[in-house]
C-alpha cells in the first residue's frame, strides 16, 4: 500500500543499509566463487592444450621417424634395384654379343 512520501527513520534507514550491505555480501561472495572456478577452468583448458600439444609432438616425431625410416627403406631398395638392372643389361649384353657371333659362323 502506498502511503504517500514518507521519510525512512533513522533505524529503517540502518536497516536498509544493514540489509543492502549483506545482499551486496553475498553478490560478491559468489562473484569470487565464480572467479575461482573460471580460474580453475582456465587451468585446466591450458593443461589440456599442453597435453594436447605433447601429444601432437609425440605424433609429428613418430612420423618423422617413420618418413625417415621409409626413405631409408626406399633407399635400399632402390639400389637393389639398380643392381639387378646392372645385371640384366650386363646379360643382356652377352647374350647380344652371343647372338652376333653365332649369326657371323
Known amino acids: 500500500m502506498y502511503r504517500g512520501a514518507q521519510v525512512m527513520t533513522t533505524d ?5 543499509i544493514t540489509f543492502l550491505g549483506t545482499k551486496f555480501g ?3 561472495a559468489r562473484f569470487q566463487r565464480a572467479e575461482v572456478g573460471l580460474a580453475d577452468v582456465r587451468r585446466e583448458m591450458h593443461e589440456f592444450r599442453d597435453e594436447v600439444d605433447r601429444r ?5 616425431q613418430r612420423m618423422v621417424a617413420g618418413f625417415a625410416e621409409v626413405k631409408d627403406l626406399l ?8 643392381r ?12 647380344d654379343r652371343r647372338m652376333k ?3 657371323e659362323e
Not at 75 to 82: E, F, I, M, T
Request: net charge negative; proline share 0%; aromatic share 6%.
Open 12 to 16: 529503517e534507514y540502518r536497516d536498509l
Open 26 to 28: 553475498e553478490v560478491d
Open 56 to 60: 601432437f609432438d609425440d605424433v609429428d
Open 75 to 82: 633407399s635400399v631398395s632402390h639400389a637393389g634395384l639398380d
Open 84 to 95: 639387378r638392372v646392372g645385371r640384366l643389361e650386363r646379360r643382356v649384353g652377352r647374350l
Open 101 to 103: 657371333r653365332l649369326e
